[in-house]
């Protein structure tokens, strides 16, 4: 098993005609994702990377069936893009963007709380259920198909992690990487919940960052509710 997405989950990449939305959409085909479809407005009915390109993410539910989109849309439209996608019925949504106004954000996290939407992100590296699916911008090569479920803000020690469960043989289920904007979709204690209830995940990683208080009331949170084990790690010079 796996956490939010699988080697069924059916993607779709709004943005997936830029530089950036190219490669990483590219790569995540490679790694065997259902990406299904591009969004780029005005380039409806074209074909790229071997995929069709829609004008809206609702006709490219309409037609693919898509219920998880990443983003790759410059920061001033980022906002529009996450709140387009909840609009057409997406139910998990990873935004790569960084630099997405806070002002924005505030109106998004309102939506969001509101609908049955898991949002990873903004400014985040995305997730990888191992062995099944990708959607972000992780490299691919160091995760192997285990039992470890990871959680992070920091990018490159999420990639530690990995690199280090992936060889003592332990392996990962998923991989969920926050991002580190002062307001994010999904937090530890959502995906934690989540990690507890799959059958698959038999221990938790978390890496936390200094600022805030997230950690502190994830620790409590763990404390009260998770029974499998759970090693965290904090980060930062005043850690």
Do not use: W
């Not at 390109?53 to 006709?59: A, C, K, L, N, R």
């Amino acid at each position: 098993m796996a956490i939010l997405i699988d080697k069924k989950t059916k993607v779709i990449c709004q943005g997936m005609t830029g530089a950036e939305g190219s490669y990483h959409a590219a790569q995540c085909i490679a790694y065997g994702t259902q990406l299904v479809a591009g969004v780029t407005p005005g380039r409806g009915g074209e074909q790229h990377l071997g995929r069709p390109i829609f004008d809206t993410v609702e006709e490219a539910v309409a037609v693919t069936g898509a219920t998880t989109s990443m983003i790759f849309v410059p920061p001033l439209q980022a906002a529009d893009a996450i709140l387009e996608a909840v609009d057409a019925g997406i139910t998990t949504i990873v935004c790569i963007t960084r630099g997405i106004p806070v002002h924005d954000m505030v109106k998004v996290k309102s939506v969001v709380s509101d609908r049955q939407v898991n949002l990873i992100g903004p400014n985040c590296p995305g997730l990888i259920s191992s062995g099944e699916c990708k959607v972000g911008i992780m490299p691919s090569d160091i995760h192997t198909v285990g039992r470890i479920g990871i959680v992070s803000r920091s990018d490159s020690l999420t990639y530690e992690a990995v690199l280090q469960t992936s060889r003592i043989g332990l392996g990962q289920t998923t991989t969920v990487g926050l991002g580190q904007d002062l307001l994010m979709g999904m937090d530890f204690i959502d995906v934690i919940k989540l990690f507890e209830k799959d059958r698959r995940t038999k221990g938790i990683i978390m890496i936390g960052e200094i600022g805030g208080d997230l950690e502190e009331r994830t620790a409590q949170y763990i404390a009260d509710e998770v029974r499998k084990p759970v090693l965290s790690y904090i980060a930062g010079v005043t850690a």
